[in-house]
């Protein structure tokens, strides 16, 4: 978006280019959260504008609260004005709405159901479906109730609770045994909570549905706090323990995409936990590894 001081001739997408409003633009854009505070020669040099342009612009930007100005350092960063229109943008943007197109690719590139759920009432209720077009599909209920234990959306909900809150939520709603695969010890939940948080995904094997194995992972927003989960399961006869490896890709990548879109990625919360994914991705545990997680 940079653009310089002496031309503006670069193509444009339209006829109506404004060169100032590119400056502006390009300004607002250097400031990054590795480096939130930059000096008028800093700015001056990732934009391409004369020093004393980018001065001018600076000013201006300060008057109208897009930028601050530290009284002793003399550098500059974002103003709480973008913070507030930041805001204003966040509250318009519907989870619904922002997560369909990603769980509609994830459904195409793993050919199973994918589920969006959020944790209500210490459940996980299912608030978006997309089926896969194949002969055996999940019977699972779009505003129901799930048990969060027994469900990897729902243990990827609990892995960003405190101790205390995961065990208030067990003893609220008890951890009945589903299948003989299902976690029924608060103290082995919380272990395998510690793992899903330190690989970023999360695996249901037929814990709360005999011949079912499901994936998921966490979605964060601006704030950096679990807001959801989204994952996709299968029957064990497509969701093989060889698959789990690349399903569990595929759904880190998808949510990883949409807590971007919620603005996730200014949080050091999601900095840290992308570097996790990104880390598991490139060393992520043997299927049977992964299944042991879930167990």
Not at 98 to 118: D, M
Not at 188 to 212: K, N, S, T
């Amino acid at each position: 978006m940079a653009t310089t001081e002496h031309t503006d001739t670069a193509p444009a997408p339209g006829r109506y280019r404004i060169q100032a409003v590119e400056r502006v633009g390009a300004i607002l854009d250097v400031f990054t959260p590795e480096e939130p505070e930059l000096g008028v020669t800093e700015i001056a040099g990732r934009t391409g504008l004369h020093k004393s342009t980018a001065h001018r612009f600076l000013v201006n930007l300060e008057s109208v609260g897009l930028l601050e100005r530290d009284a002793r350092t003399q550098r500059y960063r974002l103003g709480l004005r973008m913070f507030e229109m930041g805001g204003i943008v966040l509250a318009q943007m519907s989870l619904w709405d922002e997560a369909l197109p990603f769980l509609e690719r994830l459904v195409a590139e793993s050919g199973e159901t994918g589920h969006l759920a959020v944790l209500e009432r210490g459940e996980a209720i299912y608030i978006e479906k997309v089926e896969a077009r194949r002969a055996l599909r999940i019977p699972s209920a779009m505003g129901r109730g799930y048990p969060a234990h027994a469900t990897s959306l729902g243990k990827v909900l609990l892995s960003d609770l405190g101790e205390d809150e995961v065990r208030e939520i067990t003893g609220a709603h008890g951890m009945a045994a589903y299948t003989r695969t299902t976690t029924t010890d608060v103290d082995h939940l919380l272990a395998e909570l510690a793992d899903i948080r330190a690989h970023g995904f999360a695996v249901d094997d037929e814990e709360y549905d005999e011949g079912l194995r499901c994936v998921g992972a966490p979605i964060r927003d601006h704030t950096g706090r679990v807001v959801a989960a989204l994952g996709i399961g299968g029957p064990v006869t497509r969701v093989t323990p060889e698959r789990v490896e690349e399903l569990a890709r595929l759904v880190m990548d998808a949510a990883d995409g949409l807590s971007r879109r919620l603005g996730a990625s200014q949080s050091g919360a999601f900095a840290r936990a992308a570097r996790r994914v990104r880390a598991t991705t490139s060393t992520t545990p043997r299927p049977s590894a992964a299944l042991r997680v879930a167990r």
